[in-house]
């Protein structure tokens, strides 16, 4: 089998460092390059904590990517940044992977544009990790008989986005299957701004931000005398490893842009 050729961006990060063991771990995926805003013009080998690969950083992402023959980019930066970075792999002919939260729908549209005017494949997932896929499935399922919704998405305090990719992905699965419903009291009053949290769709999402959490969710339904809830926990970044290894390999087969690894998963 032919090698995946990959750039990495955020290699010293939690994620990118998990990333950095996957690649080396897959026999058929091979790193390329690294794209770092500090360390250009080194190799990641000579990075204190990285393993020893000999490929070069670039701090320039043009350069890098008119310098290095690649396949696939995965992006684990942040939102501002991995934005950027999407944009100028799609136009270089690179199909990104992209973990970075927090793209709001106008931008996965114009997104989506791009990748189908270039016939490339790009694939956005907020959460990698199979079970929170899964208890995003199941809670759309639920939604159908629980239209009374409210989500508790929890994350270490360093997270740059509220709420999470992830919460608002679950709510958008389940508006597409709950009939739509201003939940609560029409009467209700806030008497601390944000109190009830954020609001799509009528479903309310609340975002916990503390140390020693990695990235947790809980979606709470309410019915007459019962209630159910769906929760799933990612108790390190290695739960999402194995949601970027098949999106590294899905890529190289559609030329369209998938939000969600739902849709690539059977
Ligand atoms: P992190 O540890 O803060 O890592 C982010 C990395 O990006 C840092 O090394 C940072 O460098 C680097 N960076 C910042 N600006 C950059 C630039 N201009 N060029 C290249 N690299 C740059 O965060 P994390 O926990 O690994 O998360 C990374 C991203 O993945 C976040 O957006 C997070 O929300 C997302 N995430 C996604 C999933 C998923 O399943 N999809 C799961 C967890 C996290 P400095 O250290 O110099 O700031």
């Known amino acids: 089998m032919e090698k995946i050729k990959i750039i990495l961006a955020g290699p010293r990060g939690k994620m990118g460092m998990e990333a950095l063991k996957l690649i080396k771990e897959t026999e058929h995926f091979e790193l390329v390059a690294a794209i770092d805003r500090k360390n250009g013009g080194k190799m990641i080998s000579e990075i204190d904590g990285l393993p020893a690969y000999d490929a070069p950083i670039y ?18 930066t942040t ?5 950027k970075h999407t944009e100028a792999a799609i136009k270089y002919g690179i199909r990104p992977v992209v973990g970075t939260t927090g793209f709001n729908e106008v931008e996965l549209l114009e997104l989506a544009k791009t990748a189908e005017q270039k016939g490339i ?28 919704i409210e989500i508790i998405e929890q994350h270490h305090d360093q997270k740059l ?11 958008e699965l389940i508006s597409k299957v709950r009939q739509q419903k201003d939940q609560g009291h029409p009467n209700e009053k806030e008497t601390i701004t944000g109190a009830r949290g954020s609001k799509i769709n009528g479903m309310h999402i609340h975002s916990v931000r503390l140390p020693g959490l990695v990235a947790h969710q809980e979606v709470l339904f309410g019915g007459n005398g019962q209630l159910l809830t769906i929760r799933h926990d990612s108790l390190h970044r290695s739960s999402f490893m194995s949601g970027v290894k098949l999106a590294v390999e899905a890529i190289m087969k559609i030329d369209i842009l998938v939000y969600g690894l739902e849709n690539i998963i059977e």
């Open 79 to 83: 939102p501002e940044i991995g934005r």
């Open 59 to 76: 701090e320039d992402v043009d350069l890098c990517f008119q310098e290095i023959q690649a396949d696939v980019l995965v992006d684990l």
């Open 161 to 171: 986005d509220a709420p999470s990719g992830t919460a608002i992905k679950t709510a």
């Open 121 to 148: 494949g790009v694939i956005i997932a907020p959460n990698f990790a199979i079970g929170a896929v899964l208890m995003m499935k199941f809670a759309q399922m639920a939604s159908k008989y629980f239209p009374d």
